[in-house]
């Protein structure tokens, strides 16, 4: 700290915010350098919550690992437990019944609403708005029941397998989420009312944390905070995986690079998962729900990658097998550990206040950044 | 560009590249003392333009060290992943921050679990562990009495 102190200027203030602060939803802590109100720098300071979920999936089976990564981005569980199961079956080359792929794709999508209401009504209430954070957890209360019936929890899902899905969905499935789609689609158009066509909230939103497409590329940006900046970076688009080949869906993309770009992005981002599971949920194939597979599970020496869109961007899965029963080395490609890398960029020359709507339109999870 | 093509465009860049088996995208292996500059053109050369990192890691063997890029072109949409060995004993590579961004944060991650360092790091400091942290999490022969539970 203390030669961080020496290389500032007469006048410079710096200040901490976190590790225990509402705004950085979880333990981050960042050292920030101000002069007056202005930012000059902002250094993230990670690890409070660093479990070393890769050398812990060292000495994991290849069932077991995936439990950890739910724990990583813990409102993105279903997703992250999808990308590691597609890793690997790449090893197994087991083909995933219909089923299973239609389920995957629907709980992602589902998850994909939870995260970004979730995200919606934290972001409101940083930039100094109560009622939305309420109106958030109602709906996402739903989707909550909604999985809890068929996977058995309400945050570490633990749901997707290598081979397909662990249960069958629940009876009342098909019917919650019909109910919740209906509810939705009116839902959308009061949080605009609310919160997108604010003058106020604009005001926070519009030209602050711009960052230019080469720059979110060259910082590895990926998801919404890209997207926002005009990358086309969807993995479900470019990189199809499970039936996302199959459904109509389309990329949201933004030219604008600032925090209402990427709030823009997100809340379309909803209406197009919403398509997706409009346009799966009355067509769910029969069968199996899972692909029969071996009760020990070994990937040939190798190496294997697979990438999935979470909520928050590309996460990627890197295995490195030697043909044992647990993996040599596993290695996480979270997406929250590179958007946050381009805070600086994003709030050098901004005010303080700012800052907190920066950090409010990243959306990030610390769990998924220190891993 | 095809597998094939990338093959071709990076052997005129560097003789030396050696191609390994790849599942999915072409591997490369080169030497560490080559990397900056092989980077400096997959960056920058038209055609090949590599201008997303999306994953930068490290891989602990038993007698050496592979550092592991992935690469990918958001203008091509080609994809290529570059490893270079590195000598377990004071492991030591060029960083590429200057070329892509998001290597200054993944690099100090691999410093601070494995242990390697980057030459010219603007800020190479522990990130996720604490500053007294003694020792390489990741390396296979780390040892932690305390915090390790062996399953």
């Known amino acids: 700290m203390l030669e961080e102190i020496g290389k500032t200027e007469e006048g410079d203030l ?65 997703i992250n437990n999808h990308g590691c199961a597609l890793c690997v079956e790449q090893g197994l080359e087991v083909e995933i019944p219909e089923r299973a792929q239609v389920i995957r794709v629907l709980m992602g ?66 019917r919650r989420v019909h109910e919740f789609i209906s509810m939705f689609k009116s839902k959308i158009g009061e949080y605009d009312e609310l ?177 | 560009m095809t597998s094939e093509a990338l093959k071709t465009a990076i052997t005129a860049l560097l003789p030396e590249a050696a191609f390994e088996d790849g599942r999915e995208w072409l591997n490369v292996r080169i030497e560490a003392k080559d990397w900056k500059a092989f980077a400096e053109r997959l960056r920058y050369q038209p055609g090949l333009d590599f201008d997303y990192l999306f994953c930068l890691t490290c891989v602990d063997w038993p007698a050496h060290m592979d550092m592991v890029y992935h690469l990918t072109s958001t203008v091509h949409r080609h994809t290529v992943v570059v490893k270079a060995k590195l000598e377990r004993e004071d492991p030591a590579i060029d960083t590429v921050c200057d070329i892509w961004r998001t290597a200054e944060f993944h690099e100090r991650e691999v410093y601070d679990l494995f242990g390697v360092r980057f030459n010219d790091h603007p800020d190479l400091r522990r990130l996720l562990l604490t500053d007294d942290w003694k020792g390489w999490p990741l390396r296979k022969d780390y040892e932690d009495p305390v915090n390790m539970i062996k399953l």
């Not at chain 1, 976190?18 to 000059?40: A, D, F, M, R, Y």
């Not at chain 1, 999508?109 to 954070?133: C, K, N, Q, Y």
């Not at chain 1, 197009?272 to 597979?293: F, R, Y």
């Not at chain 1, 005010?351 to 959306?363: E, F, N, Q, R």
Request: with cysteine; hydrophobic share 40%.
């Open chain 1, 14 to 78: 710096i200040i901490n915010i976190g590790p225990q602060h509402p705004s950085t939803h979880g333990v981050l802590h960042l050292v920030i350098t101000l002069n007056g109100e202005t930012v000059k720098k902002v250094e993230p300071h990670l690890g409070y919550i660093h479990r070393s979920i890769e050398k812990m999936s060292e000495s994991l089976s290849y069932r077991q690992f995936i439990y950890a990564t739910s724990r990583m981005d813990y409102l993105s569980s279903h």
């Open chain 1, 109 to 174: 999508e589902l998850t994909r609403i939870a995260s970004h209401v979730l995200w919606w009504g934290a972001l409101a209430m940083d930039v100094g708005a109560i009622t939305p954070f309420f109106h958030a957890f109602r709906e996402r209360e739903l989707l909550n029941d909604l999985m809890e019936e068929t996977c058995g929890a309400r945050l570490t899902m633990n749901y997707m397998v290598p081979g397909g899905v662990m249960f069958d969905l629940h009876p009342n499935f098909q």
């Open chain 1, 195 to 371: 919160v997108t066509n604010n003058a106020i909230f604009i005001n926070r939103m519009k030209g602050v944390g711009y960052i230019s497409r080469e720059d979110a590329i060259s910082y590895g940006c990926s998801g919404p905070v890209a997207r926002a900046s005009g990358v086309s970076c969807d993995i479900r688009k470019l990189y199809p995986y499970d039936i996302y080949g199959k459904v109509q869906l389309e990329e949201v993309l933004d030219d604008g690079g600032d925090c209402y770009a990427r709030y823009i992005v997100r809340m379309k981002e909803m209406q197009q998962s919403l398509s997706v599971i409009e346009q799966l949920i009355d067509n769910i194939p029969s069968g199996d729900h899972m692909a029969k597979t071996k009760a020990v599970l070994k990937l040939p020496k190798g190496e294997y990658y697979s990438r999935v869109e979470t909520a928050r961007g590309e996460f990627g899965v890197y295995i490195v097998s030697e043909g044992k029963m647990t993996p040599y080395r596993i290695k996480y490609r979270s997406p929250g550990f590179s958007n946050l890398s381009a805070i600086d960029h994003m709030a050098r020359g901004q005010k303080i206040g700012d800052l907190v709507a920066i950090m409010g339109s990243l959306d990030l999870v610390i769990p998924d950044i220190d891993r």
